[in-house]
C-alpha cells in the first residue's frame, strides 16, 4: 500500500484531530478517545511511511514541495531519509504513549487543553524530523515550545512558573540567534532573486559561504541546538523543566525535543557548513566529554529521582553529539542509535517514575525502598530499563555507546586525540551503572514502608505503554543491524558533506 | 459640478470617512441614547467599509491637486492599514462607551476624523499637505485621550499628550521652515533634489533634518522622544488607547518614509546609521522599562515603544531597497493587528474602581474566559515573534534587510530584546493560565461584540503567520513608489 503526501498527511492528522476534541471539550471522556485515537492514527500513519521508504538508499525520500513565500524563495519543502526515518516514527509512538498514560487519569484538570497541546506538539515535532527549507525548521523548532511551555506551566509541579519561564526563555534565545544565522544564509546563498532557504539548493550554493562566515554562522546554529541538546554548560533548564513537568511531559521533553539539537546538527549544520564544523569541532568534543562525566557524576549526588533520570539526559547526549563531532560512520551511527534508544529508554524511565510518583507522591529516593517486593511487575519493567539506560549488551544503550566510543577511538582531529577522550567518555559508562544500579537498589529493595505496602502494581493501560517500549528496548539492543542499514547510507552522505568541502551531491 | 466632483474623485475614501463622521455627529443630536448605542458603530463601520471598497474607484497613480496630493500603491496600502484599524477601534468600543459614559457620536467621530488625518499624510507628497494631515490626525487623539473628563488619569493624559504633541509639531514645522529656506521648496522631489546637490554637510541642512528627524520621532514614540507614551496610553479610554498605539504610529512611519527614506534616498547612508542606534536604543529602552511593569496596560504601552524600535530598525537598513521599505509596511500592517488586539483585550478587565489590569488581576483568566484568554495569548506570541503568528513573519522580514544592509550588531539587538520581550509577554500568559482566579478577583467585563472583533483579529494573526505571501508581496508594491522617485 503506498500513500500519496504521506509527510503532509502526518503534519495534517494532529491538526485535524484539534477539531472533534474542541466540539467535545466538555466532555472528559470523549477528549480522551479523540487524542489517543488521533496519535494512534498517527502512529500507524508513521509506520505506513517507514515501509514507503527504501532503506539503502542515502536521498531524500517521499519528498513534497510547494511555494510557500515565492518572493522570498521560501518553500513548503519535506521529505525523510535514513537520519530522519526512525525519528518520526519514535515520536509518534512516544506521543501516543503519552497520551495513553495521560488518559488513564495522571491529568484531571483541563484535559482539552492538554491533549490539544500535545497534538500541536506532535505538529512541531514531526516537522522538525521531516522539514528541508530552514524557514520550516524554525517555524517547527519554535512551534514545539509554546505547547510545553504550557504544558509543564499548567500541569507540572510546584515551581512549575520558574522552570517553564527558564525553559523558553533559554530555549527562545537560542533560537532567536539561530532566526538571525537563518538569514544571514538566506541573504548569502545567492543574489537577488536566487535566494532560498531549502537545503538542497542550499548544498548546492554552500561553496558561496566564507569560512569568516560559517565560523559565526555555525556557532548561532550551534548555540540553538546545544542549549535544545542541551550540552554543558546550557543544560541547567533541563533538570528543572525535568522535575517540575508531568510525567507525559517529562516523556516527550526528553524523548522527543532533545533530539530536535542532535537532528539539527546532523541535517543542517554539518552538511552546510563544513569549515565552522572544522573550526568548532574540538570544544564540541571536549564539552561533550564534559557532559558525559559532569551529568554521571551529578546523577550520583542526586536526592530526586526525576532529577537523576534527567542529569542522566545530560551524559547520554553527550554521547550523541560526541558521536557527531568525530565526523566518522561509526561514531556517527552511534549517535543516531543512541537518539533512538534515549528517546525510547528515558521515555520509559520517566514514565516509571511517574507511575511510581503517582502511587507514592515521593520522588526523593531516600523515601522510597522496598517497592520490589510489593510491584513485581513494576520492578521487572523498571529493572530492564535501568539495565538498557546504563549500556548493558544485549539491551539498546550498548549498541549506540558502543559505537560513539569506537568511533572515537578511531577519531584523531582533536587536541590529545580520539585515544585521550574515548577512555575518558568511557569512564561515563562505569559511572552509568554506578549511579543507575545504586538508585535501582535504594528504591527498589530494602525495607518496604508500609505506606506503600496496599498500593496496587502495574494497571493494564500502563503495561499497554511499557510494553512497546520494552519491544523495541530489546529488539534494537540484539539486532541493530537493522537501523544501522536505514541509518548509514544517508549518515555518511552527511559526513561526506561534512568534512569534504568540495563534495557536491545531487537530490532527488 | 462635474469638474469639482472629478478633482475629488482621487480622494473619495478620505471624503467618505469625512462625511461619515460628519453624519455620525448630526445622528447623534438626532437619536435618544438608548438607540445611538449601536446604530452609531455599525453607520461607522459601513461608512468606513465603503471607504474601504471606494478604493478602486478613485483613478489610478498620479498626482493630483496641483501636486499636493500623490496617489500610489503606498497611499492604498496605508489606506488600508488605518480603515482596518478604525472598524477594530470601533468595534471594541460599544460597552466601554456604555459603562464610562463617554458620549459615542464624539468618540466616533473623533477616530474618523484621526483617520482621515492619517490617510492624508500616506497621499501627501508636500510638506504642507504632511503638516496638515499630521494635525488632523493628533488633534482629534488629544481630544479622545480626555474623553473621559471627570477622570484624573485621563486629565493628566490628555494635558501630557497636548502639551508634548504641541512642541514635537512646533519642532516639525520649524524643521520644515528650514528645509524650505535651505532648499526653497516643499515638495519632496524638489526638496531631495536640491540636498542631493548641496549635500548634508552644511550647518543649516544639519538643523533641518535633526528637528525633522526629532519632531517625527516624537510622534513615532523613538526614544528619547518617547515619554508621553506611557501616560497618555495609560490614562486614555482603553478603545482609545488601542487606536492611539497603532494609528499615529503607522502613519508616522508613513511619514518617515515619504519624507526622510525616499526624500533623502540619495544620502541615506549618512543618516541610516542616527536611525540604526536611535532603533537599537529604542527596543532596548522599551523592553527594559516594560519589565519592570506591574500593570498590564503600562506593559504594553512601553512595549509598543519598543515595536518602534524594530520597525526603526527596518528603516535605517533603507540601503538593502525594497526589501526594507517592505518590512517596514509589513511590520506595520503586523503590528497593527497584534496590539490593537492585545489593547483591546484589556476591556475584558475593565470595572469599577480598576485601571487598566494588573497581573493579578488577570489570575485564571483562562478559565474565566477561555476565548478571550486565548485570543490574548495568541496576540502576546504573535507580539514576541514565535511562529507561526504574522509577529513571528514580521520579525524575520524586518532582520532580512538589516542583515543585509550590514547592520550584523543590530540584527543580534533585535534577537536578544525579542528574548527580554518574551519574558515580560509570557508573564502575563503566566498569569492568565498558571494561576488559579483567587478569590475577590472581580468578574470579567463581557460582550459578544467585542469577542467576535478579537476573535476575528486572533484567526487573521495566525493566517498571515501560515500565509503571509499575499501581504508581503502587497508589501513590496506598496514599497515601490518610494523608490522610483
Known amino acids: 500500500m503506498t500513500i500519496d503526501h504521506i509527510l503532509t498527511l502526518l503534519l495534517a492528522v494532529p491538526a485535524v484531530g484539534l477539531l472533534p476534541l474542541y466540539v467535545f471539550r466538555n466532555d472528559p471522556r470523549s477528549v480522551k478517545q479523540v487524542a489517543v485515537v488521533t496519535t494512534l492514527f498517527e502512529l500507524v500513519l508513521s509506520l505506513v511511511m517507514l515501509v514507503q521508504f527504501h532503506p539503502g538508499e542515502a536521498g531524500f525520500q517521499l519528498v513534497e514541495q510547494a511555494d510557500w513565500l515565492p518572493s522570498l524563495g521560501i518553500r513548503y519543502l519535506v521529505g525523510v531519509d535514513g537520519i530522519s526515518v526512525l525519528l518520526v516514527p519514535m515520536t509518534t509512538l512516544l506521543t501516543f504513549i503519552s497520551v495513553l498514560y495521560s488518559s488513564g487519569g495522571a491529568i484531571k484538570d483541563r484535559i482539552a487543553s492538554f491533549m490539544a497541546a500535545f497534538l500541536v506538539l506532535e505538529i512541531g515535532m514531526v516537522g522538525v524530523f521531516v522539514s528541508l527549507d530552514l524557514f520550516l525548521f524554525y517555524v517547527m523548532f519554535e512551534l514545539m515550545l509554546v505547547p510545553m511551555y504550557l504544558i509543564i506551566g499548567i500541569w507540572g509541579g510546584p515551581r512549575r512558573i520558574y522552570s517553564t519561564l527558564k525553559f523558553v526563555i533559554f530555549t527562545l534565545a537560542g533560537s532567536l540567534l539561530m532566526l538571525v544565522a537563518i538569514v544571514a544564509v538566506w541573504l548569502a546563498s545567492g543574489d537577488e532573486g536566487s535566494r532560498t532557504l531549502s537545503l538542497p539548493e542550499l548544498l548546492a550554493s554552500r561553496s558561496r559561504f566564507s569560512a569568516d562566515f560559517q565560523f559565526w554562522v555555525f556557532l548561532a546554529f550551534g548555540l540553538a541546538f546545544a542549549i535544545k541538546l542541551p550540552m554543558v554548560p546550557f543544560h541547567t533548564w533541563l533538570p528543572d523543566a525535568h522535575v517540575e513537568a508531568p510525567t507525559a511531559g517529562s516523556i516527550i521533553l526528553a524523548g522527543v525535543l532533545l533530539k530536535a539539537g542532535g537532528y539539527g546538527f546532523l541535517r543542517f549544520a554539518l552538511p552546510l557548513f563544513p569549515v565552522g564544523t572544522q573550526l568548532w569541532l574540538p570544544v564540541i568534543i571536549v564539552l561533550s566529554v564534559i557532559a558525559i562525566l559532569y551529568g554521571a557524576a551529578v546523577s550520583t549526588v542526586q536526592k530526586d529521582l526525576k532529577k537523576l533520570v534527567a542529569y542522566s539526559s545530560v551524559a547520554h547526549m553527550g554521547f550523541v553529539t560526541l558521536g557527531i563531532f568525530v565526523l566518522n560512520s561509526q561514531g556517527g551511527v552511534g549517535a543516531v542509535l543512541q537518539m533512538l534508544n534515549h528517546g525510547f529508554v528515558t521515555g520509559a524511565l520517566f514514565l516509571f517514575v511517574g507511575i511510581q510518583y503517582e502511587r507514592t507522591h515521593r520522588r526523593l529516593i531516600a523515601d522510597l525502598g522496598g517497592l520490589a517486593n510489593r510491584w513485581p511487575l513494576y520492578t521487572t519493567f523498571f529493572g530492564i530499563f535501568v539495565l538498557a539506560s546504563l549500556g548493558l549488551p544485549g539491551l539498546n544503550g550498548f549498541v549506540g555507546e558502543f559505537l560513539v566510543l569506537l568511533g572515537t577511538f578511531k577519531f584523531s582531529g582533536v587536541p590529545l586525540g580520539g585515544l585521550f577522550w574515548g577512555p575518558v567518555a568511557a569512564l561515563g559508562v562505569i559511572l552509568a551503572a554506578v549511579y543507575l544500579l545504586w538508585m535501582f537498589q535504594r528504591v527498589m529493595y530494602g525495607p518496604v514502608r508500609d505506606a506503600y505496602r496496599a498500593l496496587p502494581d502495574l494497571s493494564p493501560i500502563e503495561v499497554a505503554c511499557a510494553v512497546p517500549l520494552l519491544v523495541l528496548t530489546v529488539l534494537l539492543g540484539v539486532f541493530p543491524q537493522a537501523a544501522i542499514a536505514i541509518i548509514e547510507p544517508s549518515l555518511q552522505q552527511v559526513l561526506r558533506l561534512a568534512t569534504d568541502p568540495g563534495f557536491q551531491v545531487a537530490f532527488k | ?485
Open chain 2, 1 to 485: 459640478m462635474t469638474a469639482f466632483v472629478d478633482t475629488l474623485t482621487p480622494v473619495l475614501p478620505e471624503v467618505i470617512v469625512t462625511i461619515t463622521a460628519c453624519i455620525v455627529l448630526v445622528v447623534d443630536g438626532l437619536l435618544p441614547r438608548g438607540q445611538s448605542r449601536l446604530v452609531l458603530p455599525a453607520m461607522t463601520v459601513v461608512g468606513l467599509a465603503l471607504a474601504f471598497l471606494s478604493g478602486p474607484l478613485a483613478p489610478p497613480s498620479g498626482q493630483y491637486f496641483g501636486g499636493f496630493v500623490q496617489i500610489d500603491t503606498f497611499t492604498t496600502f496605508f489606506r488600508a492599514v488605518f480603515i482596518v484599524l478604525a472598524v477594530f477601534a470601533t468595534l471594541v468600543a460599544p460597552s466601554y462607551l456604555d459603562r464610562r459614559g463617554i458620549p459615542p457620536g464624539e468618540y466616533y467621530a473623533t477616530i474618523c476624523f484621526s483617520t482621515v488625518g492619517a490617510m492624508t499624510i500616506a497621499l501627501s507628497t508636500d510638506l504642507i499637505t504632511l503638516f496638515v494631515g499630521l494635525e488632523l490626525m493628533t488633534i482629534p487623539i488629544y481630544v479622545l485621550a480626555g474623553m473621559q473628563r471627570r477622570d484624573r488619569f485621563a486629565n493628566e493624559a490628555a494635558l501630557k499628550y497636548f502639551l508634548l504633541g504641541a512642541f514635537s509639531s512646533a519642532l516639525l514645522v520649524y524643521g520644515f521652515a528650514w528645509l524650505y529656506g535651505v532648499t526653497g521648496s516643499t515638495r519632496y522631489i524638489d526638496v531631495a533634489t536640491e540636498l542631493q546637490r548641496i549635500g548634508l554637510a552644511n550647518g543649516p541642512t544639519i538643523v533641518a533634518l535633526a528637528l525633522v528627524t526629532v519632531g517625527l520621532g516624537f510622534k513615532a514614540a523613538v526614544v528619547p522622544f518617547h515619554q508621553w507614551t506611557p501616560d497618555a496610553y495609560d490614562g486614555a479610554p482603553t478603545p482609545a488607547t488601542a487606536f492611539m498605539s497603532v494609528g499615529p504610529k503607522a502613519a508616522a512611519f508613513a511619514a518617515i518614509l515619504r519624507v526622510l527614506v525616499s526624500g533623502l534616498a540619495p544620502l541615506q547612508v549618512d543618516w541610516s546609521t542616527v536611525f540604526a542606534v536611535l532603533a537599537a536604543v529604542t527596543m532596548t529602552g522599551g523592553n527594559i522599562v516594560a519589565l519592570a511593569q506591574t500593570n498590564t496596560k503600562r506593559m504594553l504601552a512601553y512595549s509598543s515603544i519598543a515595536h518602534t524600535g524594530y520597525i526603526l530598525a527596518a528603516v535605517a537598513a533603507s540601503a538593502a531597497g525594497p526589501s526594507a521599505t517592505a518590512a517596514v509596511l509589513f511590520y506595520v500592517f503586523a503590528y497593527g493587528v497584534m496590539n490593537l488586539g492585545a489593547f483591546a483585550c484589556l476591556l475584558y478587565f475593565d470595572i469599577e474602581g480598576s485601571r487598566g489590569a494588573t497581573l493579578e488581576e488577570l489570575n485564571g483568566f483562562a478559565r474565566r474566559q477561555p476565548l478571550g484568554a486565548f485570543a490574548f495569548a495568541i496576540f502576546l506570541f504573535s507580539l514576541t515573534g514565535i511562529p507561526p503568528t504574522v509577529g513571528f513573519v514580521a520579525k524575520f522580514l524586518v532582520i532580512q534587510p538589516v542583515l543585509d544592509a550590514g547592520y550584523a550588531w543590530l540584527a543580534v539587538f533585535i534577537a536578544l530584546n525579542a528574548v527580554l520581550a518574551a519574558f515580560y509577554y509570557l508573564r502575563v500568559v503566566v498569569h492568565m493560565y498558571m494561576y488559579d482566579p483567587e478569590t475577590g478577583v472581580p468578574m470579567v467585563a463581557s460582550t459578544r461584540l467585542l469577542s467576535a472583533a478579537l476573535g476575528l483579529s486572533a484567526v487573521a494573526t495566525i493566517v498571515l503567520g501560515v500565509l503571509p505571501n499575499s501581504l508581503y508581496e502587497w508589501a513590496l508594491q506598496a514599497a515601490n513608489p518610494l523608490l522610483r522617485q
